[in-house]
């Protein structure tokens, strides 16, 4: 079981080392967006940055509709890993 610190800490790691994005500004409440300036294509490339994590699990497109901070993705993360 993966926890959600993992999580927190795995997508924390790809949003600084693939957008560039300053650690510190990586916190729960951070609108993916509106804070850390992400564009529809960013996400796209964030979700095949994070396929080696997920492994074989399904993540489907439909399973991102609502998630709009880091919390809310790391929340859809722990669902698709632990279910």
Wanted: negative net charge.
């Amino acid at each position: 079981m993966v926890t959600e610190q993992q999580i927190f800490d795995e997508l924390k790691r790809v949003l600084v080392e693939t957008f560039e994005i300053n650690p510190e500004d990586v916190v729960p409440e951070a609108k993916l967006y509106d804070d850390l300036d992400l564009d529809s294509i960013d996400a796209v490339d964030l979700l095949v940055k994070l396929r080696p994590f997920v492994g074989d699990r399904n993540i489907s497109p439909n399973d991102f509709k609502q998630v709009r901070t880091v919390g809310d993705l790391v929340k859809v993360l722990d669902q698709i890993l632990n279910d």
